[in-house]
């Protein structure tokens, strides 16, 4: 079964800084995609980034960019110039084998400090 | 706005009861998935409808049940309801059955007492 690992329960980072949210998954599956959500207080699950397991480039949003490195199955969020909207939970997803179910970490609170 | 709309966005209920959760999946959607979210199981798939069949069954309990109809909408049925099933529960849909990308609605918030 696939599992995905966050290990940092809890993170805080000033604005404007750049902070960095780890994520481990194991999977056998060769081809699948790697997620980011964004929970604000508002519960809304949004979508930060994506990445197909197949294409080596790194995805990038704006701000938001990731760092995956398919032979150690680890998938990093670098968020850039934080903002205090960027206060949030995040979730690191993964999705892949035969019905393409996201199986979510148990994320990372998020503090955007002024 | 992520295009998929749920309802009702609260519901307070008593233990043995039994509720409805609706979902509406973005236009053009033809695949819904339907999560719980709680304290302490954090994320969890139950179950997801491939234009109007069942494609994939998660950690669903047996006193919930779910359908898609014809015209894409999609349905949780919730049935002798205990303490522990209070949680907020997201639909979510995508074009294809297996595609990577998934768009959450709003969830409801199920409140057991």
């Known amino acids: 079964a696939q599992t995905v690992t966050q290990s940092q329960p809890e993170m805080s980072v000033q604005e404007a800084e750049t902070v960095t949210l780890s994520c481990t998954y194991d999977?056998?599956?060769?081809?699948?995609?790697l997620f980011w959500y964004k929970q604000p207080p508002s519960r809304q699950m949004i979508l930060v980034i994506r990445?197909?397991?197949?294409?080596?480039q790194n995805a990038t949003e704006n701000r938001f960019s990731v760092n995956f490195q398919k032979a150690a199955k680890s998938f990093s969020l670098k968020i850039s110039d934080s903002q205090l909207g960027d206060t949030a939970m995040y979730f690191c997803a993964y999705s892949g084998g035969s019905n393409y179910k996201l199986t979510f970490g148990k994320g990372t609170l998020l503090t955007v400090n002024p | 706005d992520s295009g998929v709309t749920q309802t009702p966005k609260h519901l307070i209920t008593a233990t043995g009861q039994r509720v409805t959760l609706r979902c509406s999946p973005r236009s053009g959607d033809l695949s819904v998935y339907w999560y719980q979210q709680s304290l302490d199981q954090g994320l969890q798939f139950l179950i997801q409808?491939?234009?109007?069949?069942?494609?994939a069954k998660g950690n669903i309990l047996e006193r919930f049940s779910a359908q898609q109809f014809p015209d894409l909408h999609s349905e949780l049925n919730l049935s002798s309801l205990e303490l522990g099933d209070s949680a907020l529960y997201f639909c979510a849909s995508s074009v294809y059955s297996a595609s990577g990308e998934q768009f959450f609605g709003p969830g409801t918030r199920l409140t057991v007492l």
């Open positions: 999977t056998s599956e060769n081809n699948y995609y």
């Open positions: 409808y491939y234009n109007g069949e069942e494609r």
């Open positions: 990445q197909e397991a197949y294409k080596q």
